[in-house]
């Protein structure tokens, strides 16, 4: 079992920057494909981003490829994903989570099995 928590998140402008982290806790991290998934209010889930345990694969959703970049320490347990260009519909609270066996390469949100508490991405126009 791998426990989650997020951090980075804030309130910045449209076209700033921002820096998630998500620091994982378990022996077995570097065996799990990792993701971000975000959610805003009234909104389902929604796929952002993934990275393959070896960090040798990532896909991201259409919505934000060429704009977030997701990245992987397995020495320090940790997943980050770099924002850039940020854009008001991208305001919602963001999760990082393992990927269910079989579900990577699925841009779903239902392709994570589990996650942290979240961490509030808010950009005003």
């Known amino acids: 079992q791998v426990q989650l928590v997020e951090s980075g998140g804030g309130l910045v402008q449209a076209g700033d920057s921002l820096r998630l982290s998500c620091a994982a806790s378990g022996r077995t991290f570097s065996s799990y494909h990792m993701g971000w998934f975000r959610q805003a209010p009234g909104k389902e889930r929604e796929f952002v981003a993934a990275i393959s345990w070896s960090a040798r694969s990532t896909y991201y959703a259409d919505s934000v490829k060429g704009r977030f970049t997701i990245s992987r320490d397995n020495a320090k347990n940790m997943v980050y994903l770099q924002m850039n260009g940020l854009k008001p519909e991208d305001t919602a609270v963001y999760y990082c989570?393992?990927?269910?066996?079989?579900?990577?390469?699925?841009?779903?949100?239902?392709?994570?099995?589990?996650w942290g508490q979240g961490t509030q991405v808010t950009v005003s126009s």
């Open positions: 989570g393992t990927i269910r066996n079989g579900s990577f390469g699925t841009r779903s949100g239902a392709a994570f099995g589990s």
